[in-house]
């Protein structure tokens, strides 16, 4: 039996439910990168970085391969940006009034 929409589309936001699949797809949504790179940039240790990759490959949000012996993990879909973008608007417009989430949501952090 086919799954309702709203279903899929739950599933979909669970698997977006945890911080550090949110910080992973923002960095990819600036540029590929390999695992290394991502244990730099992201304060978790490797095998809980594994666990969450393999969450969001399993959901198809990312893909990985190889290149020069390194595993570089990239988006699967662009649409994902888009998503956080949106998402960023949202909580920009939603918080406009609590300074301390707007300043976390600005410059640096924003994908490309």
Do not use: C, N, W
């Amino acid at each position: 039996m086919p799954v309702p929409l709203y279903r899929a589309k739950a599933e979909f936001f669970r698997t977006l439910g945890h911080p550090v699949r949110i910080r992973i797809l923002e960095l990819l949504s600036e540029g590929d990168l390999a695992v290394h790179e991502l244990r730099a940039r992201i304060d978790i240790e490797a095998s809980s970085l594994s666990q969450q990759l393999a969450v969001l490959r399993l959901a198809g949000l990312v893909t990985q391969s190889r290149q020069r012996g390194e595993v570089v993990y990239s988006l699967a879909l662009p649409e994902v940006r888009d998503l956080l973008l949106v998402a960023r608007t949202i909580l920009r417009t939603k918080t406009a009034d609590q300074g301390e989430l707007v300043d976390d949501l600005t410059p640096t952090d924003q994908p490309a």
